[in-house]
């Protein structure tokens, strides 16, 4: 294969804290170390389906380090295998974004995204377009890699969130119900549950009743803690009507948006537990902001990655941590099934052992 001249780069899917990071270090091994050519396309894939595109050199990426959201913009809702048409239906587009790629002159395209944009991916290097995946995402549901860029800076937000709530919670001896984003994985409940010492975790990966968490929430007040803070994913099955949905979205990879289940959550408790009960929904906050040092440096090393492996001819996958090493993994096993929290996992025993209730049968 001839050496690559000219790569593409774009954002897609939520954006989160890091993306810039990635592209910023897309942007600057490209040119330093491979002499190659690099064009940012706007709003994800949309940029490339419409051809709306600008060339990234060093002055284009200096600062954005340490900008949360992405320079390029970002969509969740762009898949050109599924593209709306006037009138109602869909058609697959995919023979434009090729073409844009074409007329660019592309070798190779680095795309920065969660599962939804890395199955695009998967489906554009099967026809013949040469690209390296970067994952992002802050619900950390990606498999194939230990961690996605994003979901620590999310993390950080949601463990300040609930330490602050800690406080206004046992000043007035009430309940917060916190509910946090996640889709259908656990992992920012959990691990913010863990990080800032919640009393009950509820998440789409072990069923709870809303008796055995409230149960939790009478044995605390029996040890003198009048108070609780219950952190609840999104996607969170309540006993009585699994998740809760806010709405859906056509036109997207991933149509169903989640949310509202913490207000759920409040109401079913108020009836069970002498507290008054309030519940906060951290919503988007928890995907601004600037990137955390980890999240910097991963997204960095990851776009370095991405690049390289760009440059060595690889195609149709992602780069990945593994333990401390960064490695390529084929993009078709990470998007096959979502990474969930294991409900027998290290992570969960964890949490269970320092008396973190789950309302399940367990912890009741
Ligand atoms: O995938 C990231 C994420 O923030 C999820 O946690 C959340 O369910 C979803 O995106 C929200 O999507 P939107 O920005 O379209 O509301």
Redesign the pocket.
């Known amino acids: 294969m001839a050496r690559p001249r000219h790569i593409g780069v774009l954002t897609a899917?939520?954006d989160?804290p890091g993306m810039n990071a990635a592209v910023r270090a897309v942007v600057k091994t490209a040119e330093h170390r491979h002499e190659l050519r690099v064009t940012g396309f706007l709003d994800g894939f949309a940029g490339l389906l419409a051809d709306r595109a600008r060339p990234l050199g060093f002055d284009d990426v200096a600062g954005i380090l340490v900008q949360g959201g992405t320079m390029l913009g970002a969509s969740?809702?762009d898949d050109p295998f599924h593209v709306p048409i006037t009138g109602g239906g869909y058609e697959d587009r995919s023979d434009a974004v090729l073409a844009t790629a074409a007329r660019h002159g592309l070798d190779g395209l680095v795309v920065v995204g969660?599962d939804g944009s890395l199955t695009i991916a998967r489906r554009l290097a099967a026809r013949g377009l040469p690209i390296v995946g970067i994952p992002k995402?802050?619900?950390n549901?990606v498999s194939g890699t230990d961690i996605t860029v994003g979901f620590d800076s999310a993390l950080c937000v949601v463990t300040e969130a609930l330490d602050r709530l800690h406080t206004t919670a046992a000043a007035h001896h009430r309940v917060m119900v916190v509910e946090v984003?996640?889709?259908q994985a656990g992992w920012?409940a959990l691990e913010g549950g863990i990080a800032a010492g919640g009393d009950v975790v509820l998440i789409p990966e072990i069923p709870f009743r809303y008796e055995a968490a409230a149960a939790g929430i009478l044995a605390r007040a029996h040890r003198g803690r009048r108070f609780s803070i219950v952190v609840v994913a999104?996607?969170a099955l309540c006993p009585d009507g699994g998740p809760v949905v806010?709405r859906r979205?056509a036109d997207?990879p991933?149509p169903i948006?989640?949310?509202g289940v913490g207000a759920v959550v409040s109401d079913a408790l108020e009836a069970l537990v002498p507290f008054e009960v309030r519940y906060v929904v951290l919503?988007?906050l928890?995907?601004g902001g600037v990137p955390t040092a980890f999240d910097r440096m991963l997204a960095t090393r990851f776009g370095v990655a991405a690049v390289t492996a760009l440059a060595e001819g690889a195609s149709g996958c992602m780069v990945a941590l593994h333990g401390d090493r960064i490695e390529r993994v084929p993009i078709d096993e990470s998007v096959t099934r979502p990474r969930l929290v294991d409900p027998l996992g290290e992570r969960v025993t964890v949490a269970r052992s320092v008396g973190t209730i789950f309302g399940d049968e367990v912890s009741a």
């Open positions: 899917g939520g989160c969740n809702r969660g995402t802050i619900d549901d984003m996640g889709r920012i999104e996607g806010r979205i997207s991933e948006r989640l949310g919503g988007h928890q995907r």
